[in-house]
Structure formats: C-alpha cells, structure tokens
DNA sequence: CCTGCACATTAAGATTTCGTTAAGACACCA
DNA sequence: TGGTGTCTTAACGAAATCTTAATGTGCAGG
C-alpha cells in the first residue's frame, strides 16, 4: 500500500505528541496543525487521506471546519472530543463526520478506527472510483454512458431496471435487503411493495439471461437478493 | 496481559479458600466477599474484571445481586450454585449472567471458565469498534453483507437460522437460555415452543457440520445453548 | 432392566414468500 | 388525440420455509 497521509487538527500539545508518535510508529505518514484555518489550509495543500479533528479548537468550532472541508472534499474525517454528549456527535456526524472519537481514548482503539477507515476506503475506491466501468461475467456496465452490454450486445433497460441493475453491482456478493432496495430505488417514501420489486427483478432476469448466467442473481428468500461475483 | 481481577463472592469459607487459593496459584488477583451487599459495593468500588457469584447468599437472592450489578456494568459474572437449583441457575442466565458453575466443581473447570470469559472479552473488545466480520474456527459471518461461509464455501441459511446462528455468534461462550433465545427469535409474543428450537437448531448444526467442528454449538441440558470459542 | 425425561432428527402437511404473466393506469410526445 | 413505452397492481402456480408430529437416542433413577 502505498504512504497513508494523515492530517491531526489539534491544540492540546500532548495530545497532538502522543497521536503522532502512535502513527510515526504504526508507518503513517502525518501533517499536524493547532488550529481550525491552519488545518483547512493544509487540507487544501496536501490532501491528506484522513483527517485527525478536536472539536475544541481554539479560533473555529469543530462542527465550522468540518462543514467547510466538506464543501470541496470527501476525505474522510473522525472526529476527537471530549465532548461525549451524544448532541454532540450527532452534529459532527451530521456534518459529514465519518467517525467518533471520546477522550480519553486508547491508542489501540485509535488505530482501529483509522484501519477501519482504510478498509471502508479502499473498498469503495473499488467500487466507485475506478474505470467507471464494471464486470462480471458476461456483463458489463458502463457507467459514464449507461450502457449495459451482455456478451457483447447491448441491453435496452427501463430506469428502474437499471437503477435496480447498478445498486446490486455496486454491492457484488452482498445481500441487499428488500426494504434497503425499495428505499434506495424508490426513494425513503413508505409506497411500492415488494410486490413491485419483484416484478423488476423478473424483468431484469429475462433481459440478463440472454447469456447463460441465469444464477447472477441469487434469491434469499425472506430476506432480499444478491449480485454473486462470477 | 495486565492483571486480571477476579471478585469472588461465596459465604461458605471451605469454598472461599478453595477460590481462593486456586486462584492465587494461577496467578490472578482476587477480592472476596460474603455476602451479597459487600459484593456489591466491592464491584463497584474495585471494578474487577470478572465475578465469581454464590447464588446462595445470607443477605440477598443471587439474582438481586446480579440485576443490581447489571445496572451499571456488564462485568462478565460467572454463577456458582449447589445442585438441584436448575431454576435459579435459568433466571440467573436470563438476568445476564454469563457462564454458570456447579456444586461441586473441579479446580481445572473453574480455571477453564474463566479463561473461556477471559478469552469472550479479548475477542469482543477487538470486534465491537469495528470489523463487521466474525470468525470462529472455520465459521465466519459478514454481519454488513449477510453472508455465512464454513472453510470458505458459502452456506445458505433460511432467516430464522440466521437469526440464530447471530445470536448465538454474538454472545460467544456465554451460555443463552431456551426462553431467552425464543424471546429474541420470535419477538416477546407467545412461545413459539422450545421443540421448533429443537428443529432449527438441528437445521443449523447441519448446515454447519460441513467441517468438523461438531461441538460448535454446545447443548446445555435442561438450560439452553452455547457457542463456544474455537 | 425398565421407565421417564430431555434432546436430536426426520418426515410431512400448512403457510409464507417468490416468479411470472397479463391487464390496466399513467405519462410523455408527436 | 392516439400511440408508445413504462409503471403498477392483481392473480395464481411454484418454491421455499415454518410448524407440528412422530420416532430414535442417550442418560439417570427406581
């Protein structure tokens, strides 16, 4: 794996001292600021992978910083505080938090979280960041130009049909629920049933079934479908 | 490993000395108490990572101790009782008690469960931050994307085995009564009886004995049941 | 040695959930 | 307005799952 660049936002000096010394060890690669301006700046400059914030700094509110990163990146934030009301992580998260630290925390712990954030990174950088185009078997998704090709030929799919296509492939080899499908689909409104569900999936599979990968989508009954990884 | 503190709670002296001393030996830390007030306050004043509690107490039910503790720590609590006391030891279990001993014991199955819950915290404390992923032996559940594998090979399990199988996985090596697991399978609504149990659980360690690890779920006659850590 | 108890396992009927087809509703566009 | 394509709903046979009953096994007590 190549360097993990780690920015720490945080005024408290032994604090920062002894974050940076548990990364410095653990192989990461750290920038540090002690103030909320310092830390936006340098994300701006090094794009950092993570993001080490106190909420008690001393010029912005926490809650400010991340909402200002946040207008231009997506890198994921955790949070350090110690503050441990629950309004207040709420607000954090809200704001586009990533994840939640209270002090006094454990350096072991600390870690975990940051390997926890790598993890979530790098799937979704196979997921979504890549080529744009996915593969599985005989199908094949572009998505730039929505285009759904089997073998080679191209499919013609309704939006619903598609949208449904797209949410298993991004979730390859995991099961989707039936209510997580319906809402992500539909919208988080309480109408179409499962009823209708199945009649896209129906569509789906005879449209998908041209090749012979009549299995690449798995039924759980009870319980929601699957996209398996061919 | 730090020191491990063991509160032992037991009014019968030959019984405290055996504890005791056994304990001792093996190089554990120990408190005592004898009866149910004192083992109280001992736990909340000392914080021992483990208690050893007589049910039969001079001042106060077992169980009382045990909810009274409840309220506020999830100290694993490891039963003792005398014989012929099935029913206590069931309400004990359903009041979150985590393991259960009987008059009379062996010093090596004394030792043997405490290092079973020595082990449970271990583990627990390295998955609750993170990893959606549990392993024991060849089993292995991915709790984000629902799936269950035995040596890698995928299992299908209907959802009321899953349900099981979870929890049952999500307390290791605690012992989970009959009513206690209908109640979390079938919701709190009538008895849904221990026979159906029966019948699913034979389902699950059917599914599951594609290994060998037979004793993966471990029957507790006249209790309940018990997966242990592999 | 027999009996009773708790549990394991299998088989079969009852019930729930699925898949698929077809018909009507709706929106969009010429 | 009529046509086209898409969405929704209903219906029903098929499949999977749940439940119940029946039988088999091991163990403890009389």
Redo the contacts between chains.
Sequence with gaps: MSEFKILIVEDDKSIMNLISITLKINGYTYLSADCGKDGVALCASHHPDLILLDLGLPDMDGIEVIRTIRTWANTPIVVISARGEDKDKIDALDSGADDYLTKPFSVA?LL??I??VQ?RLQYSRNDSLEESVFENGDLKIDYASSLVTMNGTELHLTPIEYKLLILLAK?V???LTHSYIIDRIWGNGIDSDIVSLRVYMAGLRKKLKQGQNSSLIQT????GYQMIRI
Tied chains: 1, 2.
């Design positions: 712990e975990a979280r390997r926890a993890r979730n080899g995991k099961v759980h009954v009870g319980i």
